[in-house]
């Protein structure tokens, strides 16, 4: 019987600043409870446990965690991947921003932020081993 092709992970979803903080926390943990999170994130930021409670539920409303119910309690895990997330985050910004062009986006940096020695040759075999056209 021939074996299928495993399903294509899903395009990850759009999510704001303060999603990304949640998120952060279901990637570091792999999964919790909402009450886990909000006493976790409290530690953190200045947010009431119905704030995060809708950022759990807009996140799973996104696809971006999905969830097991256990009676009344809900498990969250991720359900994209975290690197997934920061390359279409980081995609969209240099479209945005760059026009989609790269090297306007490092000259930019490297321009105005003072790197080491050690940051410049960790771009430089970035750029070495990066795809050509």
């Known amino acids: 019987m021939p074996r299928s092709a495993p399903k294509p992970e899903p395009a990850p979803p759009s999510i704001s600043d303060a999603e990304w903080v949640v998120m952060r926390e279901f990637w570091a943990r792999g ?8 006493e976790s994130l409290a530690e953190t930021q200045a947010w009431k446990p119905p704030t995060v409670q809708t950022l759990i539920t ?3 409303k996104k696809g971006a965690l999905s969830f097991t119910r256990h009676g009344r309690e809900y498990r969250y895990r991720p359900a994209v991947r975290e690197e997934a997330c920061v ?13 989609g062009r790269l090297a ?3 000259s930019c940096f490297v321009e105005r932020e003072k790197l080491t020695k050690a940051e410049i ?4 075999r970035i750029l070495d081993e990066g795809g050509t056209e």
Do not use: M, N
């Open 31 to 38: 999964e919790a409870t909402s009450a886990e999170v909000i």
């Open 58 to 60: 807009r996140l799973a």
């Open 87 to 99: 390359h279409e985050a980081s995609r969209s910004f240099v479209d945005r921003v760059f026009g």
């Open 104 to 106: 306007p986006l490092l």
């Open 121 to 124: 040759a960790e771009l430089k």
